[in-house]
């Protein structure tokens, strides 16, 4: 699975209980209501495990994060082409949230 | 606003004296009418916004039925219960100490949060102090970030971005704080067949910088519609003492020493209400910036961030929803 597959997967299971609700490729996170400052943050820990990857500070804008393609774009200028070896989403997915 | 009047810290000025009988009028309709109580309890932090509660109270339904709850725990400033006594001296209202350390010990809300802090920082324990920070919505443009700022016993300080579960568990710890004290404003509230009075300005009321049914619950809300610079204005017409009101403003929450304006709001509350205030009132960016000496990017990004708290926190002021009230 491609890393914009992942995200998508990752989006939908995380914040739409499963449902597709009519996620695009450039649905803006923030103004559909997706995501929140607690969203990013579980986000950003996906993407850290998923993709063996560190997301700096000022690297935690829209720019990179607001929809999958964005997140896809920003994965790949980090070099990550696929998931590494052994990150399961399951660990996210299943990982204690309150 | 129009375009021939230039934004000025005046649009926040009051008239204290017509504004505390609004108020005071407005509690006592409210007491007669809707909430059918004897008097208002009121918890004191020994801080502002509380103190100017208690006075405006005293103000509408006299001293005798007011009750000042002084709650302090374990990292509370040294300042906090001398200042709340001085409030119910001022005030001459009767008052109760609680100190509920105790009942967070019981709840496990330090270990709970200690535990939490060694998630990012294994070696945390005695000895050590900690505090949450958010990232600066005005160097840095996008998202808000959380960190937790840690002090070594050798006064060593670390400051780590915190994951979402750490954070999480932290926020959630430390919520033990508020809900308790609510807890026992109800206690006193029930014996005395008093309400409770909520002490949140309009930054924390409309921009969500409460707990939801700790602080955030009440049952009357006298000063949530008045800026902050606004409840300054009402505590030196009401006589509240000099010590309080130049007190800065405290989470008094965390074993560091935690300011608003580090946690929640970006800038100081006098900046924090402009903003709030020319967001409500369509003023230009470009008017905002000159006025607090910003550049209209920086700006922008703390208008967007009302819009954000105030979408993210809606949840907080939603009642249950009965599946008979669902628009869906």
């Not at chain 2, 921009?207 to 049952?219: H, M, P």
Request: overall charge negative; hydrophobic content about 40%; glycine content about 8%.
């Amino acid at each position: 699975m491609g890393i914009e597959a992942k995200v998508r997967e990752f989006i939908i299971e995380t914040f739409l209980f499963g449902e597709h609700r009519g996620l695009r490729g450039d649905t803006s996170f923030l103004e559909g209501g997706i995501l929140d400052s607690t969203g990013v943050m579980e986000l950003v820990a996906f993407l850290e495990q998923t993709f063996s990857v560190t997301i700096a500070d000022d690297e935690l804008v829209p720019e990179n994060l607001d929809s999958i393609i964005k997140v896809t774009e920003f994965m790949g200028r980090k070099g990550c082409f696929a998931p590494a070896v052994g990150a399961e989403l399951s660990v996210i997915l299943n990982s204690e949230v309150a | 606003m129009n375009g021939t009047t230039y934004f000025s810290k005046d649009a926040l000025r009051i008239d204290p004296e017509e504004e505390t009988e609004k108020i005071c009028h407005f509690l006592r309709e409210t007491m007669l009418n809707r909430l059918k109580r004897r008097g208002v309890v009121v918890g004191l932090s020994g801080g502002i916004d509380s103190s100017v509660t208690a006075a405006l109270a005293v103000r509408a339904l006299g001293k005798g039925r007011v009750m000042g709850l002084e709650m302090p725990e374990r990292y509370c400033a040294e300042e906090t219960v001398r200042f709340s006594s001085m409030v119910t001296a001022t005030l001459g209202i009767p008052s109760v100490r609680e100190d509920i350390t105790g009942v967070l010990d019981a709840v496990g809300c330090y270990r709970r949060y200690d535990g939490a802090v060694r998630q990012v920082v294994p070696e945390y324990g005695e000895g050590w102090k900690s505090k949450i920070v958010t990232s600066d919505t005005m160097a840095q443009r996008g998202f808000t970030t959380f960190s937790v700022v840690v002090q070594s016993p050798d006064d060593v300080i670390t400051r780590i971005r915190l994951p979402l579960q750490a954070y999480l568990e932290i926020v959630a710890a430390t919520n033990f704080k508020q809900r308790s004290r609510k807890m026992l404003e109800y206690y006193h509230a029930d014996r005395l067949h008093y309400c409770v009075a909520g002490t949140a300005n309009r930054l924390e009321h409309e921009l969500g910088f409460f707990v939801k049914l700790g602080d955030g619950a009440s049952d009357v809300k006298p000063i949530a519609h008045l800026y902050k610079t606004q409840v300054y204005q009402l505590a030196e017409h009401l006589g509240i003492p000099m010590e309080i009101r130049t007190r800065k403003p405290t989470t008094d929450t965390y074993s560091l020493a935690q300011g608003q304006d580090e946690f929640y709001f970006s800038l100081p509350y006098e900046k924090m209400d402009l903003c709030l205030y020319a967001r409500d009132n369509d003023v230009p960016p470009d008017q905002v910036a000159d006025l607090l000496e910003l550049t209209t990017d920086q700006t922008m990004g703390l208008l967007n961030d009302i819009d954000t708290k105030r979408r993210t926190t809606r949840y907080l002021h939603l009642a249950p929803i009965l599946m008979q009230d669902s628009e869906d």
